[in-house]
């Protein structure tokens, strides 16, 4: 029982690391783009374009 | 050279891990594949045991898939609703699937059913995309002119069937029945889960010439996709105690530059170039197993098999990473007006 409880403990810790390891660093990249060059989203039969920093 | 505590006896070049995960995560923001099929391979090739290659390579496909949705979803690639109702689906079939393979397990055929179908569906999803590929990249040169819009005969064929109840997908631009979107689902999903991978490589060809998605939606939408069976992959191998953490720490800082860098180039390349980088993603994958069902028929292992299937591995990453690169520089060079190889036009994005 204690070692099934430990098990799901680290199913918790490992899969929640991960998460937040990879929302932190997506967030982080996120920023740091959109500091360097904005974007304009992907839209259908509209391809993405480039908005030139005023 | 770095060492972890759960594999005592290896060592293992911390710059080739990175290296590694750079150049499969940028494969996966690209393409829309998760990448444990190419990432596994390599880790066992590294010197890790195969069920701790696996459990990590599934743990790093879940952060590499959620930093993929976000960098996806920033660019407007995701389609959520499309990707939640197919999920349902695939998790349906890969229940299905995974029953299948206790079946085949008890029948003392797993390894050989799983490598002949892994064969057979990379086979035909790979030749029928680069059938399709080089098919619509004649048409698309021979249209230009005529300003004719193309569509696949698969894609006709299925918006032509109205069963109720009819769905409208805005992002996708697409309006499907969904008994189409479950019989789609629930057999990626039973391949899925019979195989043991995440499905990016089905979902993506399955969206783009089956329903007629845009090859940038699916990318992202097959990479949402992704982050549940992972999650539930990543769940039961840390529980089975086949995770090594740090290593899969590692592998998503180096994939987290490389699936940005792959997302941003679904800008500025055409739909065609991700359909043959997925091909020959996919075509490296077919030849890891076909290594690896001769190491399973022929007994005594030969001593060659390894090294083939390192070269394989290793040499085929690099050359999708080349290509990537190459298509990368002749759409930069294309966008500054510098002259570009004539056959490399029709895969560049005009500004």
Sequence with gaps: MVDEGKGYLTVLYNIGLIIVLSVSLGMLIEKILSLVSPVQANTPGNDTKRISKQ | ?351
Aim: charged letters at 10%; hydrophobic letters at 55%; glycine letters at 12%.
């Design chain 2, 1 to 351: 050279m770095i060492t972890f505590s759960m594999i005592p006896n290896m060592e293992c070049s911390l710059f080739l891990l990175i290296f590694l995960s750079l150049a499969t995560g940028t494969i996966s923001g690209f393409a829309g594949v998760g990448g444990g099929f190419i990432m596994t391979p390599a880790l066992i090739i590294m010197g890790f045991p195969a069920p701790l290659a696996v459990g990590t390579g599934v743990l790093w496909v879940m952060g590499n898939s959620i930093i993929g949705t976000l960098r996806h979803r920033h660019l407007g690639n995701v389609d959520f609703k499309l990707g939640l109702i197919m999920i349902v689906f695939m998790m349906a079939g890969m229940e299905i699937g995974i029953r299948a393979l206790s079946a085949a397990t008890q029948a003392g055929m797993a390894e050989t059913a799983v490598l002949c179908v892994t064969i057979c569906a990379l086979l035909f999803v790979g030749g029928s995309m680069f059938w399709e590929s080089t098919r619509s990249k004649k048409k698309s040169n021979r249209d230009v002119d005529t300003g004719n819009k193309q569509t696949g005969l698969l894609v006709s064929l299925v918006s032509r069937i109205h069963i109720p109840p009819m769905m409208y997908f805005s992002r996708s631009g697409i309006r499907v029945s969904i008994w189409m979107l479950m019989v789609v689902g629930l057999v990626a999903g039973i391949l899925a889960g019979f195989i043991g991978v995440g499905g990016g490589f089905i979902i993506v060809p399955a969206l783009v010439y089956i329903f007629g998605v845009p090859s940038y939606i699916s990318v992202g939408t097959s990479l949402f996709q992704i982050i549940f069976p992972a999650i539930f992959g990543a769940a039961r191998h840390t529980l089975e105690g086949n995770i090594v953490i740090f290593a899969a720490f590692i592998m998503i800082l180096g994939s987290s530059i490389g699936i940005y860098f792959g997302a941003q180039l679904t800008r500025i390349l055409q739909d065609i170039s991700m359909k043959y980088v997925l091909v020959s993603t996919i075509f490296v994958a077919i030849l890891g197993s076909c290594l690896k069902i001769a190491a399973v028929l022929i007994e005594p292992e030969p001593a060659w098999i390894q090294s083939v299937m390192m070269i394989i591995t290793y040499g085929g990453l690099a050359v999708i990473f080349l290509l990537i690169i190459s298509l990368f520089t002749a759409a930069i060079r294309h966008r500054k007006g510098k002259p570009v190889p004539v056959f490399l036009q029709s895969f560049i994005k005009d500004d």
